[in-house]
């Protein structure tokens, strides 16, 4: 029995997983992936105490943190989750079932891929869908952001004043964001709308060097040279795992309070896969932290111990 298992190995996974460690708690992470979105980055310059760190050397330095405090991490994927009786959960990952006294849910979200030629091969070279994180590596060079909602536009606004020059690739010939943002978009010397257009091919080799894009309106392609690609065109998150056990909003992502807590007792979550507004890794690892904190002081409440936590939860 499990004083709390962390499902996802991203940020907020593991931050939560050290704060549990060091509250004593017997703790397993669960995960895919090590490292989450992280691993889609590629060099990272907005994480403390770090002017620039490569994605895989943070992932490593985490993971390795992580298990020196006795953290066991498994890569693997949570198939279903059930409460019993007394209020503990038994978890199935296909092979093997783990009972917890408390879940931590942090799987984060999912960018949504084009599925084109080369976006896969060059993720964190060139391809990005963080215009936050991998802007800066951009200055002064020649981008394009695909996309034509609230997300590409302030991608795009973003990178409008790092980059020489940024493409706003958009399928359809109107945008599904704020019209302010738009206007502010039309007002920039160094953005190039492609409205009716496609990106049908990221072209390397080793890094992104052109784009093949395809005009909707009379079927000719076109081929730019450009030094990155951001894929802004949105973020799923697959909680189909929970569904029935806590309160998620339109989108799927899962309520949660300022304690990390859900609708259903003894659940907790955090990171991307919450409803916070701002996804990014700082933000990550702090409701990482704030999720392990409120999973201990609610096992020391079921114990009769005193705890200092607000008397407040998200209602079903």
């Known amino acids: 029995m499990y004083d709390t298992i962390i499902i996802g190995s991203g940020p907020a996974g593991m931050t939560a997983g050290i704060y549990a460690a060091r509250r004593e708690m017997k703790t397993i992470i669960i995960g895919k992936e090590s490292g989450g979105q992280i691993a889609l980055a590629s060099e990272i310059e907005n994480y403390p105490g770090f002017k620039k760190i490569n994605n895989y050397d943070l992932i490593d330095k985490i993971t390795e943190q992580v298990k020196n405090l006795g953290v066991a991490i498994k890569n693997n994927e949570v198939k279903s989750i059930k409460k019993q009786k007394d209020g503990s959960f038994i978890l199935y990952d296909g092979k093997n079932e783990y009972a917890a006294k408390t879940i931590i849910i942090a799987m984060g979200l999912k960018p949504r891929r084009l599925a084109i030629l080369g976006e896969k091969e060059l993720i964190g070279h060139g391809v990005s869908y963080c215009a936050n994180c991998d802007g800066?590596?951009?200055?002064?060079?020649?981008?394009?952001?695909?996309?034509?909602?609230?997300?590409?536009?302030?991608?795009?606004?973003?990178?409008?004043?790092?980059?020489?020059?940024?493409?706003?690739?958009?399928?359809?010939?109107?945008?599904?964001?704020?019209?302010?943002?738009?206007?502010?978009?039309?007002?920039?010397?160094?953005?190039?709308?492609?409205?009716?257009?496609?990106?049908?091919?990221?072209?390397?080799?080793?890094?992104?060097?052109?784009?093949?894009?395809?005009?909707?309106?009379?079927?000719?392609?076109?081929?730019?040279?450009?030094?990155?690609?951001?894929?802004?065109?949105?973020?799923?998150a697959y909680t189909d795992l929970i569904n029935g056990l806590v309160k998620r909003d339109e989108w799927g992502q899962i309520i949660i309070d300022d304690l990390g807590r859900t609708s259903d007792e003894g659940i907790f979550a955090a990171g991307d896969v919450t409803q916070t507004k701002f996804k990014q890794i700082t933000i990550a690892c702090g409701q990482g932290t704030i999720a392990a904190l409120a999973a201990y002081q609610y096992l020391q409440l079921k114990q009769g111990k005193k705890a200092n936590i607000y008397d407040r939860s998200v209602k079903k």
Do not use: W
């Open 136 to 236: 800066p590596l951009y200055r002064n060079k020649i981008v394009a952001v695909v996309g034509g909602g609230n997300s590409a536009l302030d991608a795009t606004e973003v990178l409008s004043k790092i980059a020489a020059k940024v493409y706003l690739i958009h399928r359809r010939d109107e945008f599904k964001g704020f019209e302010t943002l738009v206007d502010e978009i039309k007002a920039r010397k160094n953005i190039i709308m492609m409205l009716n257009s496609e990106l049908k091919e990221i072209i390397g080799p080793g890094k992104v060097a052109k784009v093949k894009i395809l005009n909707n309106t009379n079927n000719k392609e076109t081929e730019i040279k450009i030094d990155g690609v951001f894929i802004e065109i949105g973020r799923i």
